[in-house]
């Protein structure tokens, strides 16, 4: 692979070569039957609001939800008495005594108020269609470029469409209804909730449902949240009873469904539901054309912004369903592509600027106790949900995960102070709507206390990707805040002298020690080691563009110089604790261990003993895993420029899951509505994949600029635009063999050593 210095100007470089693409295909999910369970509905969202819809012609179900619904109220549930043990529990750790520090640990450093308020669905609109159920002629799609899912079928010669999208512009759930016939449409319109909720109707075209949520033996619930439903029919007539409205013989219909809570943030829930859904339906008096234009422009000036053409082949005449079962066994190149856009769409539709990030499940959920109460899982998942945020030119997307942040920093200040006697901020494994920051859930995975050090990754690897020092100079206190903490906690331990994280533990695995696996809490794992040294070492960098006084600099350098080392194993691994206790039959979902190969970019082939030991350590956890750790090790085989292990670990995520048999058989894979599956579905492995493939085509880490580092044997040729590497730059890509065209548009003048890999481009000289 040859290097090359390139001095790029504003005005774009590109290399010339040619190559010829068949026209690329609408990236469109579509099936030949309607939903009959949740995973095989069709997801719509603004952000805001989420829409899940099952296309049944006879009993349609449109599945709802808003950002803020949730159990609990404000509230705090860090440990205050964990202070008065740190100490106990670090010297039972360091005597090797790993079993009774964590019971300790358990006891007293777990919360003792809550753990964690379950995010929860808003209900569901339903419609009961009479003469509908000799239907032929079926389809329901999701479009990717518009964000609409429609329905459509074909009774008695009467055709019938189905279109709805949650609006961008207008923060409505938008329904419309239409027969080729006039007259056709009769139907009974009604709102249902597993909450207690009270739904009444108003006049003949208007209905109500509100409720407030649960909480728990030491929270209150007091989200109030309300549905307001308008209905607007042309031709025919309107009836209301009690709680449903009855359209007869119409010639089209439009529901207008607005939304919304008394949350305003996470200390104040003093809104009003009732005067925030008056505002929305004042949009319900628009011409449905202009509504459904005003939404998809909203949407496309982002979603535009990439494009990835890998070919197509027959396999994409066939539903989406289908081609998934096939994947392993046929060529189908264009499901990659749109499987890739898909994430790019979840992100967009349920992480959108001024609003919450996106949880474990996007933001869409059926249940009011959804599985890990579908809060922010922080040891992984969440920071997983953000990856393909700015690489795939969605900046935007990442603000809310960045204003989370902020938030927790906000509160955090309180928790160090309390809980452990340390300045700065601190977050354990999780946190929910309420910006919680205690120890939840067991011992196994509580005392964990490093997450703000992967946060803060995320803070300056958006500054690396903008180049924007105004948003650094922001965000710096946050990142200066979290080393205060480790400058007051980190410890040393008495075999090395090192200075390590402990209590905490390598999410979420255990070691085998003596033939049996005890105990997970220990001290100086690697991945805690990797997260502080990243942490130190990028402050020290922020704080040279922030004019930071060097007294704070040196006694951050002088900690990195004290961390305990990335360490070679007996088995040729990298370590994933500070002991040699890795077991070569262990194949954990997580690869934490690995953190500096990705998302960090401290072990690289300029680093070839850690860059061997990694290798080793992927090749020994294996091939198999949960959705989202399936995701994770695609992106790890791509920072090891290894195109035919990437497209090998594909192959075992795309299957499809059925989701009334998922639990005790093969994990990971793909429902049948493309959510991935941990199972049960987790949203981080759809955007994870999504991040995957871009660094399949770009790589930025460092002072280097990789392009087709890691390209899977069978993609042969390819298109790709609009990607974005560190440094501001904008990448395009065309491939065609050996044949490769890029044009690099930076957004300012800069310098950088560029590579044009090998992952499989000259493999076809």
Known sequence: MA?????????????????????????????????EYWEEALPLGNGRLGAMVYGNPVNEEIQLNEETISAGAPYKNYNPETKNYLSEIRQLIFEGKYPEAQTLAGERLLSKNGFGMPYQTAGSLRLRFQDQEGYTNFRRELDLEKAVASTTYTVDGVDYKREVFTSFADQLVIIRLTASQPGKLTFTTALTCPQDVDVTTSGKDAMTMEGVTKGNEFVEGAVRFRTDLKLNVQGGKTSANDSTLVVT???????????????????DISGDPVKRNKVYLKNAGKNYTKALQAHISEYQKYYNRVSLDLGRTAQADKPTDIRVKEFATANDPHLVALYFQFGRYLLISSSQPGGQPANLQGIW??????????????????????????????????????????????????????MYGCRGWMLHHNTDLWRMNGAVDKAYCGPWPTCNAWFCQHLWDRYLFSGDKNYLAEVYPLMRGACEFYLDFLVREPENNWLVVAP???PENSPVVNGKRTFVVVAGTTMDNQMVYDLFYNTIAAAGLMNENTAFTDSLQTVVNNLAPMQVGRWGQLQEWMHDWDNPKDRHRHVSHLYELHPGCGITPQTPELYKAVRKSLELR???????????????????????????????????????????????????NLFCAHPPFQIDGNLGYSAAVAEILVQSQGEELVLLPALPPSWRNGEATGFIA????????????????????????????LRVGEGGVRRYS
């Open 504 to 506: 905490s533990y390598s």
């Open 622 to 672: 294996g091939d198999e895993g949960t959705g989202w750790s399936l995701a994770w090790k695609v992106l790890m085989w791509a920072r090891m420029e290894d195109g035919a292990h990437v497209e090998k670990i594909m192959k075992n995520l795309f299957y499809v899951v059925d989701p009334m048999e998922e639990m005790g058989i093969r994990r990971g894979g793909i429902y049948p």
């Open 365 to 418: 959920n059926q249940k009011l106790n959804p599985a890990w109460k579908c809060r922010y899982t922080t040891n992984i998942n969440a920071e997983m949900n953000y990856w393909p945020a700015e690489v795939t030119n969605l900046p935007e997307m990442h603000e809310p995960f960045l204003q989370m942040i902020k938030e927790l920093y906000e509160n955090g200040q309180e928790a160090a102070r309390e």
């Open 249 to 267: 013989r119409a010639n089209s219909a439009t529901i207008y469904l607005a939304i919304s809570t008394n949350f305003i943030n996470y200390k």
């Open 726 to 753: 560190r440094g501001n730059i904008r990448v395009d890509l065309k491939w065609e063999g050996k044949n490769v065209t890029y044009t690099l548009t930076p957004a300012h003048d800069t310098t950088l050593r």
């Open 3 to 35: 290097h090359r210095f390139l001095k790029l100007s504003l005005v774009c470089m590109a290399i010339i070569a040619s190559t010829d693409l068949k026209a690329q295909q609408a990236p469109v999910l579509w099936y030949d039957s309607p939903a």
